[in-house]
């Protein structure tokens, strides 16, 4: 089926196309042939005005008359005078009757009729019919580019070469347990109806990206070998209203007709957000969703169609679209852990060569956080900077430039940095490293540098060694203060402060903003959580003075954090100067190291 698809592609590739060359052709065609019969028009011959002409007519001046039937041009040649002229006749019937009675009357004319040119009927017929057919183009062609036709991949189980099962998703133990239920609804559905179990209609993959939602949907289809319709949320909409609601009852029509079948909405909130009695796009967004809403209600009891539907925003979706009887399910696809992490590197490492040193346990330990596209990335990235090193295998190194490489940035070895510039960055990270060790809910460095990568001057990394679920309120103010480490050594050190900072000062921000707001560790402000993004006026709802409080609790926090690391600074000056200029020395030092000079 999926090849029957690619091949209608390509016919209608071609069609386009073909569709292009005629009316190109048909263009150059009328136009070479209009330049060719009128080029007389172009010389340098005079014309003679109509009315001149009838008087010279009159007086028995002019020799020879020569026309083309059906044209309205008449090449004219007047008496004792050698070039020809061109006249414009208006009326050529009465213009002919004009002449020949003028014959009869004695006036010795030579009239000359030519028969129509070939050249010049298609000519004026292409000129007369060429903004008909321009247009009837045009109409076809935008229909369809629009794209009224069908929507959707189909991807066949027994067709589709590239097959994916539950064993190709790793690190969703606990999501791919409860699919398995899904396929077996898919698989015998005869043995749940005789249960008087209901099918459901719909399962939401809620998680951030590159979490493995896409991927799992297919994994179901695999597992199932059912038909797997594939849409964006975002093909439903186009310029055209009532587009999207055609599109839907086209998708669902289409399922219906290869069921049991699965279809897959990724990116759901592009047409499942919120309904609102705005007009325009958003009223077009509401005819698509109500739509959505009728299809899925409007499922025959017999029919076997399963609609999953990725989201990272899920907060954002209309609450008519989440009750039982549409989306039935919602599962949650977090971050793996260290074992679902080792998992996903052990599917990505295949078909790579990696050298003995590598170890895919400690990368996944030193990954905490990343998700299963970041480790797919970091391994292709591991593979690419091996190809460019000419290493026979993948090595340990190339692993961490890799992951430096996605997280940081790309290095800059070749920018020129002054050794002003290069004495700041080097206290600045020192600051960094200095004020984190000395803090007991910090991650341990795991290296320093001064090199240059992608926007940054220079970093430092920690060992992120151990998943999180929980944050807590010491943790997030340590995290403040670490955060403005590198400005705090800026100001002892230099007596003086940079742009460096201003990431650093963004990232604090956000966090003290989200612990106040969002997270209620305020003890002034309490248990409250505001959600200006959602809602705008919600702050404006509780006063004025709230949002002034709101702003002098941000700024304590951050107030104080600045004079911890301050104070972390002036009483570890000494190992804030030797971690300084070993990175002014060596460019880049490791955690090894790192502890040597401040141990």
């Known amino acids: 089926m999926e090849e029957k698809q690619k091949n209608n592609n390509k016919n209608d590739k071609k069609q386009y196309i073909l569709l292009a060359i005629i009316v190109i052709l048909m263009i150059a065609l009328a136009i070479g042939i209009y330049f060719l019969t009128n080029k007389s028009a172009n010389s340098e011959e005079k014309e003679i005005a109509y009315t001149e002409l009838i008087k010279e007519i009159n007086e028995g001046n002019i020799e020879k008359i020569e026309m083309t039937v059906g044209s309205t041009t008449a090449k004219v040649k007047v008496k004792n005078v050698e070039e020809e002229k061109t006249a414009i006749i208006p009326s050529t019937q009465a213009f002919i009757e004009f002449v020949q009675q003028q014959k009869l009357d004695g006036n010795n004319i030579e009239l000359i009729q030519n028969p129509t040119n070939v050249f010049v009927s298609i000519s004026s017929t292409l000129f007369s019919l060429l903004p008909t057919l321009l247009l009837v183009v045009l109409i076809i062609l935008f229909f369809k580019m629009q794209g009224l036709g069908d929507k959707g991949k189909v991807y066949d189980s027994e067709t589709t070469k590239s097959k994916i099962t539950f064993n190709d998703v790793a690190g969703l133990e606990e999501e791919k347990h409860e699919m398995i239920e899904i396929v077996d609804f898919l698989k015998n559905p005869q043995r749940f109806n005789e249960m008087g179990a209901k099918i459901p209609k719909g399962v939401l993959l809620c998680g951030q990206p590159g979490t493995g939602k896409t991927l799992i949907a297919k994994a179901i289809a695999g597992e199932a070998k059912v038909p797997f319709i594939s849409m964006s949320g975002s093909e439903f909409i186009e310029m055209f209203a009532g587009l999207g609601a055609s599109r839907v ?120 956080g990343f998700t299963g596209a970041d480790l797919a990335n970091i391994l292709n990235e591991a593979a690419i900077i091996a190809t460019i090193n000419e290493h026979e295998a993948i090595t340990n190194k190339d692993i961490e430039d890799a992951v430096k490489k996605v997280t940081v940035g790309l290095e800059k070895q070749s920018r020129v940095i002054s050794e002003k510039d290069k004495k700041l960055t080097a206290y600045h990270e020192a600051g960094h490293a200095i004020v984190s060790s000395m803090l007991e809910t910090q991650k341990a460095v795991k290296e320093v540098s001064i090199i240059p990568r992608g926007v940054a001057g220079g970093y430092t990394m920690y060992k992120s060694d151990e998943d999180k679920y929980y944050i807590s309120k010491t943790e997030m103010e340590e995290k403040l203060v670490a955060l403005l480490g590198g400005r705090a050594a800026e100001k002892i050190v230099l007596n003086d402060i940079s742009t460096g900072a201003s990431n650093d000062i963004e990232v604090a921000t956000n966090i003290a903003k989200d612990m106040i707001t969002k997270y209620g560790m305020s003890e002034t402000l309490g248990p409250i959580s505001i959600n200006t993004e959602q809602d705008p006026y919600e702050l404006q709802l509780l006063g004025d003075k709230f949002g002034d409080a709101i702003g002098a609790e941000v700024k304590i926090l951050l107030d104080n954090a600045y004079m911890v690391a301050q104070k972390l600074i002036i009483e570890n000056r000494e190992k804030l100067d030797k971690v300084a200029g070993a990175l002014l020395q060596k460019e880049i030092i490791s955690a090894e190291e790192f502890q040597d000079l401040i141990r």
């Open 249 to 368: 009852r086209k998708l669902f029509e289409k399922a219906k007709k290869i069921s049991p079948c699965i279809i897959f909405i990724d990116e759901i909130d592009a047409i499942g957000s919120r309904r609102n009695s705005s007009g325009g796009a958003e009223s077009e967004n509401n005819q698509t969703l109500n739509q959505l809403l009728v299809e899925m209600d409007g499922f025959d009891t017999d029919e076997t169609i399963i609609v999953l539907a990725a989201t990272n925003r899920p907060e954002m979706l209309d609450k008519a679209l989440l009750r039982p009887g549409r989306f039935d399910r919602r599962i949650t696809i977090g971050l793996p852990d260290m074992k679902g992490r080792e998992a996903i590197l052990n599917i990505h490492a295949k078909g790579k060569k990696f050298n003995n040193d590598v170890n895919l346990k400690s990368i996944a330990e030193d990954t905490a």
